[in-house]
């Protein structure tokens, strides 16, 4: 009865903010992962058709991994990150292919520490792994027309109060770049202030348009950017595409080719939809779940793959206004077919 009351609630909610509800979705379960996988989080399709997934697996006491996954859902291990120097582990996030078949991927390991690679592959198996810059603490990535573009949510050499989070840029050629995290770093594009004291995380997923404008969603206060980009790297223009509620925890974003824009809700468990006119559409929410059913469970990213939108599903963060109440298994990727979509 509680959770029927929420969902109410939270229907108003979004209601007052000029924000339809479509509560007619619902999300399927594409795959219970194995126990190695216990955080799935990024999603990318690989040039031979399968699914790659990055689980970074901050908790159940696993090390991160990149897994293939193949249309009839055999799960493998593809790749094991290591740690950048004794005593880090590799944590797998963000992560895209280039037209050669590369695999870029960001590495997670704490403040600053983080490493964005370059990562080769020979019969199925890596073949090597390259640096492309340390001293980031990276989150989402995107490839684009010979260049890799990483989010990082939090800056703090740009401030130790203030929440910034940036937007670097990296050819795919670059590396060994070391970062300097400041506001002249060269390779730094954009930044970005949360003000919602609640939510301190900033820049994070990111996806583009057919165009080639960048769209990034800000965590903390649910706000996607329009970026406008020219040929020497430069924002030529950024403005605020669409603002959704401050709590929605703005996470992964994919474009399709009608600029139909579909955004996880992270904090509230939400696939939403933003048409190319900007209006907003709540398709799918769920109140706390373990996933069983295929059922929203802290959704983090989206891709498309073979008529289906998957939605990777994190379940591991507990805090004031998340939907999320625990970490449980099963371990789910969810999904709704395309034709449902529209």
Known sequence: MKQFFLIVQLSLFFVLLGVKANAQLQTKLFISLPDYCPIPDNLAVAPDGTLTLTCPNFKGG??????SITADKKVTKLAQLQGREKGLVGKP??????????LFVCNNQGKGQGQVLRLTFKDGVVDSTQVVATGISPNGLKYSNGYVYVTQPRMRKL??????????RFKESDRNVLVSGKKND????????????????????LTFDKEGNLYVGEFGDATIYKLTINDKGIVTNDEVYVQLPQNTGVDGMIMDENNNLYVVGFSLNQLIKVDANKNVKILAEYPDNDGSNGELDQPVDLCFFNGKLLISNFDSMVAPGMVNKSHSKPYTISYIDLNKLN
Do not use: C, H, W
């Not at 401030?159 to 670097?168: E, L, P, R, T």
């Open 186 to 205: 060269p390779y730094l594009i954009f930044t970005a202030e949360t003000t919602n004291p609640q939510r301190k995380a900033g820049l994070d997923g």
């Open 159 to 168: 401030s130790k109060k203030s929440v910034i989070g940036g937007v670097y």
């Open 62 to 67: 696993k090390e991160g991994v990149i897994v």
């Open 93 to 102: 996030m963000g992560l895209d292919y280039a037209p050669d078949g590369s």
